[in-house]
């Protein structure tokens, strides 16, 4: 059988076969545009932002002490009874300079309370650094070695944990707090678990 | 001469390659308890430089994560009782090996499924070719029987 008899007998089944044939040609692209959607997506999403195995979870137990001349040091009891913010923060990290003023500025507000976590960080340098540019907290722990960073599942500095009245951890935010995420995520969340 | 010298560097390469994957932690003492851990380690994610384990990384929060390891292990911790207190802090994306849960279904059964539909494909589309030649050619026309015995002429 040649090829032009071939064509001539399936000439009469020619509609279904045409449009079954043409969407067999599409499927490359559609498979196509389905990766590309994915791949999109991946663009932007940021691989930094891990989701931290604590929300919903009560504050790990832990006591630190102040740094030296500044109390009071920081305990997970002191995270009760009202909403509170850990701020994990070093006098080595430069995002920590870069949120600063707005930890001043939460400060001002009074709507929380914001308490420092010091980082693996010597305390000399610390107080140093709270001297130059301002002390925003309430309470300051000092985690020379990490462990209650561990604890808190840190893994980059600066972190910032929200807990509520419980003592339980609602949110985590990972990097700098900046203007949007103060406005349009913190200080909304803070409000909803005051009332 | 020259011999000794290669054998030389590849007896010191050899002896400082161990060095060069632990890093300057002190081991524990127990060295099947050592052995264990490293293993352990070795699944663990460094969330600083993601993409290596905490016994590759010399990133600090890494070293501090290989203390806890050697500490729950020499603490008396199972495998899985240490990589549990790993995972309770940083969740399930520090492990290098993702678990099998619903969250992780696609990503584990997504191949065989793809596997699977590709094969359903390829058994429909052998069975249609297989099938068609079934179908009787339509009978030739009165030119065509007059051709074909034209050429079967020719050839006797």
């Given at each position: 059988m040649t090829d032009s008899d071939n064509a001539e007998a399936e000439a009469p089944a020619a509609a279904g076969g045409r449009?079954?044939?043409?969407?067999?040609?599409?499927?490359?692209?559609?498979?196509?545009?389905?990766?590309?959607?994915?791949?999109?997506?991946?663009?932007?999403?940021?691989?930094?932002?891990?989701?931290?195995?604590?929300?919903?979870?009560?504050?790990?137990?832990?006591q630190l002490a102040a740094l030296p001349d500044r109390p009071p040091g920081l305990t997970a009891g002191d995270l009760k009874g009202n909403v509170a913010l850990v701020n994990v923060f070093a006098s080595?990290?430069?995002a920590c300079r870069a949120e600063h003023p707005l930890l001043m500025e939460l400060k001002r507000r009074g709507v929380v309370a914001l308490h420092?976590?010091?980082?693996?960080?010597?305390?000399?340098?610390?107080l140093e650094w709270l001297g130059r540019y301002g002390d925003p907290y309430?309470?300051?722990?000092?985690?020379r070695d990490?462990?209650?960073?561990?604890?808190?599942?840190?893994?980059?500095v600066p972190e910032t944990f929200i807990i509520d009245k419980n003592g339980t951890i609602v949110e985590k935010i990972i990097g700098p707090i900046n203007e949007t995420i103060l406005k349009e995520k913190l200080l909304p969340l803070i409000a909803e678990l005051d009332r | 001469m020259k011999v000794v010298a290669v054998a030389s560097?590849?007896?010191?390469?050899?002896?400082?390659a161990p060095a060069w994957a632990v890093f300057t932690d002190p081991p524990l003492a127990d060295a099947a308890a050592e052995a264990r851990a490293q293993r352990l380690m070795q699944d663990l994610r460094c969330l600083v430089c993601q993409n290596q384990s905490i016994r590759d990384s010399n990133a600090s929060l890494a070293r501090d994560l290989r203390v806890v390891v050697r500490e729950r292990i020499g603490a008396g911790d199972s495998d899985g009782q240490a990589m549990a207190y790993i995972v309770n802090r940083y969740g399930d994306?520090?492990?290098?090996?993702?678990?099998?849960?619903?969250?992780?279904?696609?990503?584990?059964?997504?191949?065989?499924?793809?596997?699977?539909?590709?094969?359903?494909?390829?058994?429909?589309?052998?069975?249609?070719?297989?099938?068609?030649?079934?179908?009787?050619p339509p009978p030739l026309s009165a030119r065509e029987r007059a051709r074909l015995s034209d050429l079967l002429d020719e050839t006797e």
């Open positions: 449009t079954r044939r043409l969407s067999f040609a599409l499927l490359p692209l559609v498979a196509a545009i389905v990766v590309g959607i994915f791949l999109f997506r991946g663009l932007s999403l940021d691989p930094r932002n891990i989701p931290s195995a604590l929300i919903d979870k009560p504050v790990p137990d832990f080595w990290c430069v420092g976590l010091n980082y693996k960080d010597r305390p000399g340098d610390a309430e309470r300051i722990g000092a985690d990490g462990r209650v960073g561990i604890d808190f599942g840190v893994y980059g | 560097l590849l007896a010191l390469m050899v002896a400082i994306w520090v492990l290098l090996d993702p678990p099998f849960k619903l969250a992780t279904l696609g990503l584990w059964i997504g191949p065989f499924v793809l596997l699977l539909l590709a094969g359903l494909g390829v058994v429909v589309i052998m069975r249609r070719r297989r099938r068609q030649p079934a179908a009787a």
